[in-house]
């Protein structure tokens, strides 16, 4: 039976480098502890490789040969993966998380799409880019703007303390310009106090900082916003 007809070398090579290629892009995310890991990557980009081999050698091998719009692969495949990069991104603390790993996601379904078209260099090449994007450019740029540096601070609190006016002081003394966004009243556990947003811009380090005003009297808790996504 034509159904169960062992796959040429070449679709074996499609599926395996597509294992691979997008298994080091999701382990990249994983390392870095981000919500999509290697399983997520890899199962895109393997979904994409499938749609794209059954279109090109599928399609024929059951009805025949028949002209047909290569380009509608690649934008069923762009079209439909935009659910599972929407759901990683999200709105926390007023700041947005998951960008990159969604970008990350779309490029995996791409590269799964290049393998089964057998572009395998082109495939290669841009999960070279990929890491070179992340890995180098990334690190450059934040270096060359390390004066620019804009990080969000949020800070819990206890009233009657002066947490806030010492906090913001510290940052003035570490280099950084510091302007409050949010303040949020809480109450807990027969304690007043507040969840303050800071905005921070200047080329202090954000780590001593977070230490400092860690140990300020009257603050609860310290989180840094705005990281890497």
Known sequence: MQGFDLPAAQQLVALALTVLLCGLIGFEREYLKHDAGIRTHILVGLG??????????????????????????????????????????????????GLTTSSAIWVASAVGVTCGASMFAVAIAAVVLYFFSVLVISPIVKWLLRNRQNTGLRIVYEDGHGSLRATL??????????????????????????????????KGDISDLVEQVGRTDGVKGVEVLGGED
């Open 48 to 97: 994409s490789c499938l749609f794209t081999l059954v279109s090109i050698y599928g399609i024929n091998a059951a009805v025949g040969k028949y002209s047909w719009d290569a380009s509608r692969i690649a934008a069923g495949v762009a079209s439909g993966i935009g659910f599972i990069g929407a759901g990683v991104i999200f709105f926390n603390h007023d700041a947005v998380r």
């Open 169 to 202: 002081l510290e940052a003035t003394r570490m280099g950084f310009e510091s302007r409050v966004m949010t303040i949020r009243e809480l109450r807990r556990d027969g304690w007043h106090g507040a969840s303050v947003t800071v905005n921070l811009l200047g």
